[in-house]
Nanobody, 118 residues
Framework: QVQVVESGGGLVQAGESLRLSCLASGNIFKINIMGWYRQAPGKRRETVARITMSGGTQYADSVKGRFTISMNGAKNMTYLQMNSLKPEDTAVYYC????????????WGQGTQVTVSS
């Protein structure tokens, strides 16, 4: 199994920055992709950014150029640097560890709230 725990959310003003962190533990060698997702009130959960173990990245169009996903060398920490935040970025942000297809499962953290005031 894999456990993931997010941290770093908070309340900021539009235009400011935040960095989210995700600590993965357990069988991290099984992880193929780490991702950040978000869910705003009344909306579906959406992909924000993903990173493969080889460093390949993918971003939602809405965050390209503003957000950067990265991983440390030990591959147990994943970060989401969020710059030029907008009120529409307000959501609960979730970290995900995907072990598929090596294993069958993906694992979610409890989420961290990001609120951007205008």
């Amino acid at each position: 199994q894999v456990q993931v725990v997010e941290s770093g959310g908070g309340l900021v003003q539009a235009g400011e920055s935040l960095r989210l962190s995700c600590l993965a533990s357990g069988n991290i060698f099984k992880i193929n992709i780490m991702g950040w997702y978000r869910q705003a009130p009344g909306k579906r959960r959406e992909t924000v950014a993903r990173i493969t173990m080889s460093g390949g990245t993918q971003y939602a169009d809405s965050v390209k150029g503003r957000f950067t996903i990265s991983m440390n060398g030990a591959k147990n920490m994943t970060y989401l640097q969020m710059n030029s935040l907008k009120p529409e970025d307000t959501a609960v942000y979730y970290c995900n560890a995907d072990t598929r297809p090596t294993d069958k499962y993906d694992y979610w953290g409890q989420g961290t709230q990001v609120t951007v005031s205008s």
